[in-house]
């Protein structure tokens, strides 16, 4: 197997055209030592996003395809098939328009910076509604931008009493793949 970036290169060019016929685009390859293992993540994405479904059969798919030919080398490698998830860099015109409606914080190349809801987006370009106010978003321009998780509040049941709080479970803090929720009562 190549080292680094011409190992990745050729994961890649193998992958690519095979995954792009499941209607699937191929996002990352990251080939990460670990031990006598190298930790192989491809990062995959979508119009509508990727089903666990889609992913499961990504990986039978690209597992086959890695194992019959020699690109991976004789050496053993740990095998993980992802989507971007939310935390990834809006990098491409592809995932500014899979993120439209989406809340986003852009760093512009210049340093400025501003948070709006993406309301179109082109391959030059996205719209943004910032309080409001419609801005265009160069992609030349930016420096980083990424999607802002929003935890929205839900709206109060018809029977509450003006001013009654309805929420009851509180977020202890811990990240975002470990929530966890206090559901005993606060009056005892």
Same mark, same amino acid.
Request: glycine residues 10%.
């Given at each position: 197997?190549?080292?680094?970036?011409?190992?990745?290169? @050729?994961?890649?060019?193998?992958?690519?055209?095979?995954?792009?016929?499941?209607?699937?685009?191929?996002?990352?390859?990251?080939?990460?030592?670990? =031990?006598?293992?190298?930790?192989?993540?491809?990062?995959?994405?979508?119009?509508?996003?990727?089903?666990?479904d889609q992913l499961a059969d990504t990986s039978r798919t690209?597992?086959?395809?890695?194992?019959?030919?020699?690109?991976?080398?004789?050496?053993?490698?740990?095998?993980e098939v992802t989507s971007r998830g939310v935390d990834r860099?809006? %990098?491409?015109? #592809?995932?500014?328009?899979?993120? $439209?409606? #989406?809340?986003?914080? *852009? *760093?512009?190349?210049?340093?400025?910076?501003?948070?709006? #809801?993406?309301?179109?987006? =082109?391959?030059?370009?996205?719209?943004?509604?910032?309080?409001? %106010?419609?801005? @265009? *978003?160069?992609?030349?321009?930016?420096?980083?931008?990424? $999607?802002?998780?929003?935890?929205?509040?839900?709206?109060?049941?018809?029977?509450?009493?003006?001013?009654?709080?309805?929420?009851?479970? %509180?977020?202890?803090?811990?990240?975002?793949?470990?929530?966890?929720?206090?559901?005993?009562?606060?009056? =005892?």
């Amino acid at each position: 197997m190549a080292s680094g970036a011409a190992a990745r290169d @050729q994961v890649a060019d193998l992958l690519a055209p095979v995954l792009a016929q499941s209607g699937l685009d191929l996002e990352s390859v990251d080939l990460t030592p670990a =031990g006598r293992r190298t930790v192989l993540r491809i990062v995959v994405d979508a119009d509508g996003g990727v089903t666990l479904d889609q992913l499961a059969d990504t990986s039978r798919t690209v597992a086959k395809l890695l194992d019959s030919g020699d690109v991976m080398g004789a050496g053993a490698y740990t095998l993980e098939v992802t989507s971007r998830g939310v935390d990834r860099p809006l %990098t491409e015109p #592809r995932h500014w328009r899979r993120n $439209v409606g #989406r809340l986003v914080k *852009v *760093v512009h190349a210049d340093g400025s910076q501003l948070v709006g #809801r993406v309301t179109a987006a =082109g391959e030059e370009s996205a719209d943004l509604d910032v309080d409001g %106010t419609p801005h @265009q *978003v160069e992609f030349a321009r930016v420096a980083k931008a990424r $999607v802002q998780v929003e935890f929205a509040k839900m709206a109060p049941a018809d029977d509450a009493e003006p001013g009654e709080d309805l929420d009851d479970d %509180t977020y202890d803090g811990h990240g975002d793949d470990d929530k966890t929720y206090d559901d005993t009562d606060k009056e =005892g």
